[in-house]
């Protein structure tokens, strides 16, 4: 269910782009891991991927990708408590 609301463009503010899509450009935008740049391949390999060797750098970039990710859950939880709210009363 989660992953739905995450790749559906219904469930995200603008409904014209999911929230993963969002989030992927975020990450593309901020965090400069634009694909088929020099040593962007590895690095969206290394923290998108099947994982490997992490330096500092990188777990820290790691740990904010994931920090994002769990605010975007975060969000769709108080939507599905709010429309279980409305729904019980």
């Keep these: 269910m989660v992953w739905n609301m995450l790749s559906q463009p219904v469930f995200s503010n603008s409904g014209r782009y999911s929230i993963a899509y969002l989030l992927k450009s975020q990450w593309i935008d901020i965090d400069g891991l634009t694909p088929h740049q020099k040593n962007n391949d590895q690095k969206i390999e290394l923290?998108?991927?099947s994982g490997g060797k992490y330096r500092a750098d990188e777990l820290k970039m790691r740990?904010?990708?994931?920090?994002?990710?769990?605010?975007?859950?975060?969000?769709?939880?108080?939507?599905i408590h709010e429309l279980l709210s409305q729904l019980s009363s």
């Design 63 to 79: 740990a904010d990708l994931i920090n994002q990710l769990q605010a975007a859950i975060k969000l769709i939880d108080q939507d």
């Design 47 to 49: 923290l998108l991927g």
